[in-house]
């Protein structure tokens, strides 16, 4: 397959997360590849959610490999991290659920070890300014990437492309804070799957001038119906044990916006790169 167009590109942008709990059960989760520009260069991050950081006792990332600078489907590498919860520069807002990790010494580790990762970047000016939000309509269709209950093409190292619609305005913040909701299918393992507002080109699929791409956020958590009238947004967990039994998702994802992912990339560089 060759990565020609927009939606095969995202394909790439994300990263499997394979852990270990602290109780001994293992989770799976999602994060991606995100470029900043600042002063002094370009910085690359992987982008997760803090939750599915806290509380790991190991944790990997699994790539694909590249070889003569293209994708080889099936040829896994995966990066165990040692002290892995010690290793993500947290959202210095607590209760912002996002972790970053740079990528400059996981490559670097890698090639130690003679491999060579693809992966594509999503380029942080794609996250929508305070016009641009305004500009977007209530409705707008979103799509979203990542590894839904664990789901992925494990032979083909996949994840799992999604769509839906956005819930409430992105110009607004949901209940006071920097997130909007999506009415999307949103499952354990979509913890940490980035979001885009998307309108391909019928035409020109792969190009997208003219037509909306911007990376709106982060998923962060679902909906759930406790009892009759009574919802509650809980952060979507990396496997299943964490779920209310006898609970029920109502297909409601709760979305962190991208700039939050500026924010905490940004305080990162503020303190550790001159």
């Known amino acids: 397959m060759e990565i020609n167009s927009v939606t095969k590109k995202l394909l790439f942008n994300t990263i499997r997360v ?3 709990l602290e109780d001994g059960s293992e989770g799976s989760g999602t994060a991606f590849v995100v470029n900043h520009a600042h002063p002094r260069g370009n910085q690359t991050f992987i982008v997760t959610n803090r939750h599915l950081v806290d509380g790991v006792r190991r944790g ?29 520069f947290m959202h210095p807002d607590p209760e912002v659920d996002l972790a970053i990790i740079p990528m ?7 090639r130690e070890r003679g491999v060579e990762l693809y992966y594509h970047m ?7 300014d305070a016009a641009t939000l305004r500009a977007l309509d209530a ?30 305005p992105m110009a607004l913040d949901f209940e006071g804070r920097p997130e909007f909701l999506i009415d999307a299918a949103v499952y354990p393992g979509s913890s940490g799957s980035p979001v885009f507002v998307y309108q391909p080109d019928p035409i020109r699929p792969s190009q997208t001038s003219g037509r909306k ?3 709106a956020g982060v998923v962060a958590a679902v909906f759930f ?4 009238n009574h919802l509650v947004p809980v952060p979507v967990p ?25 924010d905490v990339i940004n305080a990162y560089l503020g303190k550790w790169v001159e």
């Open 225 to 228: 119906r406790e009892e009759a």
């Open 60 to 88: 990997g990332l699994v790539f694909t490999q590249k070889k003569n600078g293209q994708p080889v489907f099936g040829l896994r590498f995966q990066l165990n991290i040692e002290d892995f919860p010690q290793a993500w």
């Open 213 to 215: 791409f911007l990376f």
């Open 139 to 168: 409705l707008e269709e979103v799509l979203f990437v990542g590894y839904p209950s664990g789901v992925w093409d494990q032979v083909n190292l996949m994840p799992i492309l999604r769509r839906g619609t956005t819930a409430t």
């Open 238 to 262: 990396a496997n299943n044990s964490g779920m209310v039994m006898g609970s029920e998702m109502i297909d409601l994802g709760l979305v962190i916006k991208a700039q939050a992912v500026l």
């Open 104 to 110: 400059r010494p996981l490559e670097q580790a890698a």
């Open 122 to 128: 999503i380029d942080s000016s794609l996250a929508p």
């Open 18 to 20: 394979d852990t270990v």
